[in-house]
């Protein structure tokens, strides 16, 4: 379990998208609302499936999926025009404030399928001063624009198959502590600093420390340690500046790091913000396929921290969270949906499944699932998500199954919370409670790309509102 | 009788004066009878507002309307009663909060303070506070004889009574 201060905050402030369905050349800057409307087909869900298909890359890296683009049936089925030879680009920006400062980080990774076969051809981390960079097999860290490392990853494969033969050999030529070079070669695999082997090395290490309490700064600190260690001293050490141009046959490294001298870099808010993008995908929580009838099924009694992109193991997730009892929002979000005396519990069943009630009050008879309102499972569900922290929560159509005033009280507790909300809407009664500045309006331009447009005077157009005396909802479908 | 209706800034608003309503009914300050129904803005400076204004006047005789004022009680006060249309039937009583509702509390629990009201929340509760507690927090307010009587001084509850019982 990985706790956060309560400084601690990520927050999303922008997405770029090349060639992901409709989103030929798309770019959102996000604020702390933001709320999708238009047309059907005007490419609406193709954001939130951007969103997704970012996920599923990053599941593909963890090594919890093979194929990113399964769900489409096709990469033809996900990229712009169904040109295969086209790749796909996805890059957020986001800040990462950790109480003392706050930095702009930003991610980006272009990937193909053509021919059925998914590849990363190019990813990128980078922040102020500091790159990390993988393109089509070659590692490269930048220092204020300048190479300070780099490396291919056919030679890492190469040095990893003839590892025995280093041990053995390199000692005798460098005179080297064989201990020292043993941990190194052992730890190859860090060798590779590209950004998604990172993402993918941390959720391989998070997975196997579920059960141990740690913090992010102490993640943080061990991931900057790791790659500055890296840079700065590992391959200076084994391998003298003399030695890097030996032939590949009796050398089988070409691994380089160009700096000699302190590189100043601020390491601690590179670890922190680079582990925060791991963060930011890791906990986004995007509720797009909701089946809420199958919420109500009794579920697995099983440990999981994080919603699923079906939502199926939203009891699961709220028995982790809650360690058994409901949380303190999320009751008090249903004795504001209902009334005072609402309880809900979740209850066991003898096969070791769990299953919620619903009571009107304790001395009501409870409702068993089936009978429960399905808008209630919503609720649960999007409160559960402010309830994990989730920096980045993406709800697709947010009204069904909500009334109005439900609307609202998710809407304040999203105003009150450390969470982007981007959610998309069809209805009138949402778009008029909010503000025009958190309105974007997507449309199909004459080349049928996405394309959208975000009020820019507000004043003006909260004045002109006031002087027609009409809604936005009124307005913009007016305009449509 | 009279029937009330009370417009807050959100929905933690609308759970607040729910249970300090009830509280006064229970109490004897309020006539149990008097029907009072609270509901949250829709909208800041939304149009939308002005035209339940208009729907409101046929059923209402009073409309108490309860906003943050964030240190500008004139500038709250004008830019809300942008939204009540002209010879308006009834009566309207704006009860503005100096900055934040959880200044009734912290007022209540007699606790000093600096800054935004809701960032000293968790003096009172020891932790981390969230809005959505504040339901609970005004319930235990109510419950403690001395808060609630301190409550009951400080005086936009005053102006609350006064609005709901006049």
Redesign the interface.
């Known amino acids: 379990m990985i706790s956060a201060d309560d400084s601690f905050k990520i927050k999303l402030t922008k997405i770029y998208i090349e060639n992901f369905k409709s989103l030929h050349n798309f770019e959102l800057n996000l604020s702390k609302i933001n709320v999708l409307v238009g047309p059907n087909g005007s490419g609406k869900t193709n954001v939130v499936e951007s969103f997704i298909f970012l996920k599923e890359i990053f599941n593909y890296v963890s090594g919890k999926t093979v194929n990113p683009f399964f769900d489409w049936w096709g990469y033809d089925n996900i990229v712009w025009n169904n040109d295969e030879n086209l790749p796909i680009k996805i890059g957020i920006e986001y800040e990462v404030d950790n109480g003392d400062k706050k930095e702009i980080a930003c991610y980006e990774i272009t990937v193909t399928g053509k021919g059925g076969r998914f590849q990363i051809i190019k990813d990128i981390f980078k922040m102020k001063l500091i790159r990390l960079e993988s393109i089509q097999g070659e590692i490269y860290v930048y220092f204020d624009d300048h190479v300070i490392y780099s490396m291919k990853i056919s030679t890492l494969a190469r040095f990893k198959r003839v590892k025995n033969r280093v041990i053995r050999i390199l000692p005798k030529i460098i005179e080297i502590d064989e201990n020292v070079l043993y941990r190194v070669l052992e730890e190859d695999n860090i060798l590779d600093v590209s950004p998604n082997h990172i993402i993918g090395l941390l959720s391989y290490y998070l997975k196997n420390i579920e059960n141990v309490n740690t913090s992010i700064d102490h993640i943080s600190n061990e991931l900057a340690n790791e790659i500055k260690y890296i840079i700065h001293k590992k391959l200076d050490n084994i391998i003298p500046a003399n030695m890097i141009d030996l032939d590949e046959d009796t050398f089988p490294l070409k691994m380089r790091s160009r700096y000699d001298v302190e590189i100043p870099i601020d390491w601690k808010s590179f670890g922190m913000s680079l582990f925060s993008f791991y963060y930011l995908i890791d906990k986004m929580i995007i509720l797009k396929r909701m089946n809420l009838e199958n919420i109500k099924n009794p579920s697995r009694l099983e440990r999981a921290e994080t919603i699923n992109l079906d939502s199926s193991n939203v009891l699961s997730v709220l028995f982790t969270i809650g360690k058994g009892t409901i949380p303190e929002r999320i009751q008090n979000a249903v004795i504001y949906a209902f009334k005072k005396e609402s309880i809900i519990q979740l209850v066991p069943t003898t096969d070791g499944r769990i299953y919620l009630e619903f009571k009107e009050s304790i001395s009501k008879k409870p409702f068993k699932p089936p009978s429960i309102p399905t808008g209630l499972f919503k609720l649960i569900s999007i409160e559960l998500s402010l309830c994990i922290a989730s920096p980045l929560i993406i709800i697709d159509e947010i009204e069904n199954s909500l009334h109005a005033q439900l609307i609202a009280y998710i809407l304040d507790e999203f105003r009150n919370s450390n969470s982007i909300g981007l959610f998309t809407t069809h209805s009138p009664a949402l778009i008029d409670i909010i503000d025009p500045s958190e309105i974007i309006i997507l449309y199909k331009n004459i080349e049928g790309e996405t394309d959208k447009q975000r009020y820019k005077d507000i004043e003006k157009i909260k004045n002109e509102l006031n002087k027609l005396g009409i809604t936005l909802s009124e307005y913009i479908y007016t305009k449509e | 009788m009279e029937d009330i209706k009370i417009y807050t800034e959100?929905?933690?608003g609308?759970?607040f004066f729910k249970i300090i309503v009830t509280e006064l009914k229970n109490d004897g300050d309020l006539n149990k009878s008097k029907r009072c129904e609270i509901k949250?803005i829709?909208?800041?400076?939304?149009?939308?507002f002005?035209?339940i204004m208009k729907l409101e006047v046929i059923e209402y005789e009073k409309i108490i309307i309860n906003v943050d004022a964030d240190g500008d009680i004139k500038k709250t006060y004008e830019e809300e009663k942008?939204h009540i249309p002209k010879n308006f039937g009834c009566k309207v009583i704006y009860i503005l909060n100096e900055n934040e509702i959880e200044e009734w509390i912290l007022y209540a629990k007699n606790i000093d303070y600096e800054g935004k009201p809701s960032e000293n929340m968790s003096k009172v509760i020891g932790r981390?506070y969230?809005?959505?507690?504040l339901?609970?927090i005004i319930e235990n307010v109510l419950k403690t004889h001395n808060e609630k009587n301190r409550l009951k001084t400080y005086k936009k509850f005053e102006e609350l009574l006064d609005a709901l019982s006049s």
């Open positions: 959100d929905s933690y609308v759970s949250r829709p909208g800041k400076c939304s149009s939308k002005t035209r942008k981390k969230e809005k959505n507690m339901p609970k």
